[in-house]
């Protein structure tokens, strides 16, 4: 047996300056294999009911304030068992989660996962890939996924494609494309006060404000984004756009990027892009396409035809952990010329030196193409979900859910309470509480609806007044669900009504 002494000294002999032995590792493996096998398989079994008998359990719960209290305990210094680690987890943080998965979880625009997804994401942990380079399968699938999104939206085969935590990083890169495209190469090491003219973007009103901060964060100022004003559907008005963008250029602006929206986040309206990308060309700016949710729409052949237009954009942002239920995150961008996508990455580090075999092989690796260089595996959950459903199964339930938003919409106009907000063109449904004297009655019921774990509708402002809102993006809203919502949203109006007519 090895003495104290003996330990604390390193292979060659010599005592190691840390003190700690390097004979024997403490790895961070379980000690006992089969027991924690045994709490695992619980885990993931508990895991696995959960999204089973989702329905059965409120949306969203509030935290109560010694849940809440509890996460400010210190780092812990010392070990303790895995399955009290578990126990804990399931006290204070598995009843707590945004809600998503649930049915009438209809807040902003959030994807609601699949049990499919998720031991997607457990294996891809597994593997623990770094997927920013090197030659390993995870860059082949992430290469596969660039290869459907170019065929699913029509851009060339070699169109490049990576994988960005969501569509606000995919719409800040595809913008840095855009700059390198318009400026050179050289925009990269001399910076924006080289070059010889103010560069100047154009996006609708209805845009993303995730364009608005792009255009912040690269230095160009949010100032020079033109937000062009929409029409009555929502979607930017190509007169006004025509005359913003000869303005600047009468002004001696350099017009350089043109964004469409394809699924506003506040009403779900599609741009014209068949017409964006004529106004593009004859102007010469870069057409970059904001898919968040709605690009995903091309999957259903019914749908495909309102993204027309798309197969003509230089560079598309989308998430597939919005409406193909991707565990978050899984945003992408995709860009046709793959030259000058890697010309506004790549970089020349030595320890980035390529070779031409071995694990250090490969010509574009993802770190070429974005600032990214440690990343996940996320193109294995992507991989798995179409695996596993079919591009067209994914596509008929993101019918489906166009299909219920028009039954609410239906059921709002049916319902004396309510007048819609605005008009349905996609999944998403905006409504007021008709003739209500007090417009915070819409927080009011939102807030009462979240609350009580019935529903998450989310709040938004149309016309500089505020509106219920509910984007229907879960694969697994029905109609009954909607009615049952309706009636409960109903009631509370109908209450809150009465008690603002009492005290007035
Ligand atoms: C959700 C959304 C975004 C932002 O995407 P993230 O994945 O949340 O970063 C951008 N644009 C639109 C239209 C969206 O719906």
Same mark, same amino acid.
């Given at each position: 047996? $090895?003495?104290?002494?003996?330990?604390?000294?390193?292979?060659?002999?010599?005592?190691?300056?840390?003190?700690?032995?390097?004979?024997?590792?403490?790895?961070?493996?379980?000690?006992?294999?089969?027991?924690?096998?045994?709490?695992?398989?619980?885990?993931?079994?508990?895991?696995?009911?959960?999204?089973?008998?989702?329905?059965?359990?409120?949306?969203?719960?509030?935290?109560?304030?010694?849940?809440?209290?509890?996460?400010?305990?210190?780092?812990?210094?010392?070990?303790?068992?895995?399955?009290?680690?578990?126990?804990?987890?399931?006290?204070?943080?598995?009843?707590?989660?945004?809600?998503?998965?649930?049915?009438?979880?209809?807040?902003?625009?959030?994807?609601?996962?699949?049990?499919?997804?998720?031991?997607?994401?457990?294996?891809?942990?597994?593997?623990?890939?770094?997927?920013?380079?090197?030659?390993?399968?995870?860059?082949?699938?992430?290469?596969?996924?660039?290869?459907?999104?170019?065929?699913?939206?029509?851009?060339?085969?070699?169109?490049?494609?990576?994988?960005?935590?969501?569509?606000?990083?995919?719409?800040?890169?595809?913008?840095?494309?855009?700059?390198?495209?318009?400026?050179?190469?050289?925009?990269?090491?001399?910076?924006?006060?080289?070059?010889?003219?103010?560069?100047?973007?154009?996006?609708?009103?209805?845009?993303?404000?995730?364009?608005? *901060?792009?255009?912040?964060?690269?230095?160009?100022?949010?100032?020079?984004?033109?937000?062009?004003?929409?029409? =009555?559907?929502?979607?930017?008005?190509?007169?006004?756009?025509?005359?913003?963008?000869?303005?600047?250029?009468?002004?001696?602006?350099?017009?350089?990027?043109?964004?469409?929206?394809?699924?506003?986040?506040?009403?779900?309206?599609?741009? &014209?892009?068949?017409?964006? $990308?004529?106004?593009?060309?004859?102007?010469?700016?870069?057409?970059?396409?904001?898919?968040?949710?709605?690009?995903?729409? $091309?999957?259903?052949?019914?749908?495909?035809?309102?993204?027309?237009?798309?197969?003509?954009?230089?560079?598309?942002?989308?998430?597939?952990?919005?409406?193909?239920?991707?565990?978050?995150?899984?945003?992408?961008?995709?860009?046709?010329?793959?030259?000058?996508?890697?010309?506004?990455?790549?970089?020349?580090?030595?320890?980035?030196?390529?070779?031409?075999?071995?694990?250090?092989?490969?010509?574009?690796?993802?770190?070429?193409?974005?600032?990214?260089?440690?990343?996940?595996?996320?193109?294995?959950?992507?991989?798995?979900?179409? *695996?596993?459903?079919?591009?067209?199964?994914?596509?008929? =339930?993101?019918?489906?859910?166009?299909?219920?938003?028009?039954?609410?919409?239906?059921?709002?106009?049916?319902?004396?309470?309510?007048?819609?907000?605005?008009?349905?063109?996609?999944?998403?449904?905006?409504?007021?509480?008709?003739?209500?004297? &007090? &417009?915070?009655?819409?927080?009011?019921?939102?807030?009462?609806?979240?609350?009580?774990?019935?529903?998450?509708?989310?709040?938004?402002?149309? &016309?500089?007044?505020?509106?219920?809102?509910?984007?229907?993006?879960?694969?697994?809203?029905?109609?009954?669900?909607?009615? =049952?919502?309706?009636?409960?949203?109903?009631?509370?109006?109908?209450?809150?009504?009465?008690?603002?007519?009492?005290? $007035?």
């Amino acid at each position: 047996m $090895a003495t104290d002494a003996a330990s604390k000294r390193s292979r060659n002999g010599a005592p190691d300056s840390l003190g700690t032995g390097v004979e024997t590792a403490r790895p961070l493996d379980p000690a006992d294999w089969a027991q924690f096998r045994e709490l695992s398989h619980r885990a993931l079994d508990e895991a696995i009911d959960r999204l089973a008998t989702i329905e059965t359990r409120p949306v969203w719960q509030p935290m109560p304030p010694e849940i809440r209290n509890s996460f400010e305990s210190p780092m812990p210094r010392s070990e303790r068992a895995f399955g009290e680690v578990l126990d804990e987890y399931r006290a204070r943080i598995e009843p707590y989660a945004t809600g998503n998965a649930h049915p009438l979880f209809m807040g902003w625009v959030h994807g609601a996962g699949t049990p499919v997804g998720m031991v997607a994401e457990m294996l891809a942990a597994g593997l623990n890939a770094n997927c920013g380079g090197r030659d390993h399968v995870g860059l082949e699938v992430e290469r596969q996924i660039a290869r459907w999104a170019a065929e699913l939206f029509g851009l060339p085969p070699d169109a490049s494609g990576i994988f960005v935590t969501g569509t606000s990083m995919a719409n800040f890169l595809g913008l840095l494309v855009a700059r390198n495209a318009a400026l050179g190469d050289s925009v990269r090491a001399e910076g924006l006060r080289a070059a010889p003219a103010q560069l100047v973007a154009y996006a609708s009103e209805q845009a993303h404000g995730c364009i608005s *901060q792009a255009l912040e964060l690269a230095g160009i100022g949010s100032r020079h984004l033109r937000l062009v004003p929409v029409d =009555a559907a929502g979607a930017i008005r190509l007169d006004r756009l025509d005359a913003a963008i000869a303005a600047d250029r009468r002004a001696g602006l350099r017009p350089f990027l043109l964004v469409g929206t394809a699924g506003t986040v506040n009403t779900g309206a599609v741009d &014209d892009l068949e017409r964006l $990308a004529g106004i593009a060309v004859r102007h010469q700016l870069w057409f970059h396409v904001d898919g968040a949710f709605g690009a995903l729409a $091309a999957l259903s052949p019914r749908l495909r035809s309102r993204l027309a237009g798309i197969e003509h954009a230089d560079s598309i942002a989308f998430d597939f952990h919005k409406w193909a239920h991707v565990p978050y995150d899984a945003g992408f961008l995709l860009v046709r010329d793959p030259d000058a996508h890697k010309r506004t990455f790549a970089n020349p580090a030595a320890y980035l030196a390529r070779a031409p075999e071995g694990l250090a092989a490969g010509e574009t690796w993802p770190c070429d193409l974005g600032p990214d260089l440690s990343r996940g595996f996320r193109a294995l959950k992507v991989w798995f979900t179409f *695996q596993t459903f079919g591009a067209d199964h994914i596509g008929a =339930a993101i019918e489906h859910c166009c299909a219920v938003a028009q039954h609410l919409e239906r059921r709002l106009r049916g319902s004396a309470l309510f007048e819609l907000a605005a008009p349905v063109g996609l999944n998403i449904v905006c409504w007021r509480v008709h003739g209500a004297a &007090d &417009d915070g009655i819409h927080q009011a019921i939102a807030m009462e609806l979240q609350k009580q774990g019935i529903a998450v509708p989310s709040l938004t402002t149309l &016309d500089g007044r505020p509106a219920l809102r509910a984007a229907i993006v879960n694969h697994r809203t029905d109609k009954r669900h909607i009615d =049952a919502f309706v009636e409960a949203m109903s009631a509370l109006a109908e209450r809150k009504l009465r008690k603002s007519h009492l005290s $007035a």
